[in-house]
């Protein structure tokens, strides 16, 4: 009997191991990897039009939407074209810190900084925050950054406000001394106080509401969701599998005029067609728990990904797949 049943355990413990697989698996969010993909995209061509500013503004943007270093170290290619020496050692900064850049990328960007510093005022200090990804800092002329991120500011005490993917924030004030870098490491746990209004944050002098280009709010339910309809699909698409298998084994029992003899026969159409059921009823059911849970989600941020230099007109880049 058992024999005579392996067919039916080995599909059986073959969709084991693609549900586990799929309740492992996490799901790109395209929302914001397309938003950023088109961001950069439009950030290249004001690029190439020399309209430095728009253009690190647009990098900047992207980097809200998928923080990557590639985007950032674009950013100070831009903001060092339009002179705006402050931001640019900003963003060449934070890009070497991000890590996933190129190698000869992290030396253009070392050299840089070095040469910008030189043209910064020489009583700046700089602050450095670092923290667990989906959050955003803002400081000073720097607002709504991923982490981790490294700013030039005066010295004297600064507010730092990091902002959650819940809505809530917390506030920092660090004491920015002449040529030193404070550093701060945000916590990964919320503040359970109510979000910060607009009015306390401009009472900060920080202009932290939240733009178009702000963080999503990161929930479980996207995962979780797209794992329960991926599993949902798998044990469906086993369950017909297993379900057809049975129907010809039980065509044969019938053709056999149900002969004792081929008892056997319609044991495994039995065992056949009860797997189906069971894989059709609770791969439905997961599938439409996916559907619901997906439905209701907000997207989350995705992670950092490698960079390759590239030379553009007139300038060195950076790209980067989203």
């Given at each position: 009997?058992?024999?005579?049943?392996?067919?039916?355990?080995v599909?059986?413990?073959?969709?084991l191991a693609?549900?586990?697989?799929?309740?492992?698996a996490?799901?790109?969010h395209?929302?914001?990897?397309?938003?950023?993909?088109e961001l950069?995209r439009?950030?290249?061509e004001?690029?190439?039009?020399?309209?430095?500013?728009?253009?690190?503004?647009?990098?900047?943007?992207?980097?809200r939407?998928?923080?990557r270093?590639?985007?950032?170290?674009n950013?100070?290619?831009?903001?060092?074209?339009?002179?705006d020496?402050?931001?640019?050692?900003?963003?060449?900064?934070t890009?070497?810190?991000?890590?996933?850049l190129d190698?000869?990328v992290i030396?253009?960007?070392?050299?840089?900084?070095a040469?910008?510093a030189?043209?910064?005022?020489?009583?700046?200090?700089?602050?450095?925050v670092?923290?667990?990804?989906g959050?955003l800092?803002?400081?000073?002329?720097a607002?709504?950054?991923?982490?981790p991120?490294?700013?030039?500011?005066?010295p004297?005490a600064t507010?730092?406000?990091?902002e959650?993917?819940?809505?809530?924030a917390t506030?920092?004030?660090l004491?920015?001394?002449?040529?030193?870098?404070?550093k701060?490491?945000?916590?990964?746990?919320?503040?359970?106080?109510?979000?910060?209004?607009?009015?306390?944050?401009?009472?900060?002098s920080?202009?932290?509401?939240?733009?178009?280009n702000?963080?999503?709010a990161s929930?479980?339910?996207?995962?979780?969701?797209?794992?329960?309809?991926a599993v949902?699909?798998a044990?469906?698409?086993?369950?017909?599998?297993l379900?057809i298998?049975?129907r010809?084994?039980?065509?044969?029992?019938?053709?056999?005029?149900?002969d004792?003899?081929?008892?056997?026969?319609?044991?495994r159409?039995?065992a056949?067609?009860?797997?189906?059921?069971?894989?059709?009823?609770?791969?439905g059911?997961?599938?439409?728990?996916?559907?619901?849970?997906?439905?209701?989600a907000?997207?989350?941020?995705?992670?950092?990904?490698?960079?390759?230099l590239?030379?553009m007109?007139?300038q060195?880049?950076?790209?980067g797949?989203?």
């Open positions: 009997m058992s024999s005579d049943l392996s067919p039916f355990r599909l059986f413990h073959a969709a693609l549900l586990v697989l799929c309740l492992f996490r799901p790109a395209a929302e914001d990897l397309d938003r950023a993909k950069f439009q950030a290249t004001a690029a190439e039009r020399s309209d430095h500013r728009a253009a690190a503004e647009l990098y900047e943007a992207a980097d939407a998928a923080p270093a590639n985007a950032v170290f950013a100070g290619q831009q903001w060092d074209a339009a002179h020496t402050l931001r640019a050692a900003d963003a060449f900064a890009a070497i810190l991000r890590g996933g190698e000869r030396v253009i960007a070392e050299q840089r900084v040469e910008l030189s043209g910064l005022d020489s009583s700046l200090g700089a602050i450095e670092t923290g667990p990804p959050l800092v803002s400081i000073a002329h607002e709504h950054r991923p982490l991120v490294r700013v030039h500011v005066s004297g507010l730092v406000l990091v959650y993917p819940n809505g809530s506030r920092h004030t004491l920015v001394q002449t040529g030193k870098t404070s701060l490491v945000a916590s990964e746990h919320p503040p359970e106080s109510p979000p910060l209004s607009a009015s306390q944050s401009s009472a900060a920080l202009n932290s509401s939240q733009s178009a702000g963080p999503s929930r479980w339910q996207r995962p979780v969701g797209f794992s329960a309809l949902g699909a044990g469906i698409g086993v369950g017909v599998g379900g298998h049975g010809a084994l039980r065509d044969e029992w019938d053709a056999a005029g149900h004792p003899a081929q008892i056997h026969v319609h044991d159409a039995v056949y067609r009860t797997g189906a059921n069971l894989l059709l009823f609770g791969g059911a997961l599938a439409g728990l996916g559907v619901v849970l997906v439905a209701l907000p997207s989350s941020k995705p992670n950092l990904a490698q960079a390759q590239v030379v007109p007139s060195i880049g950076v790209t797949s989203f």
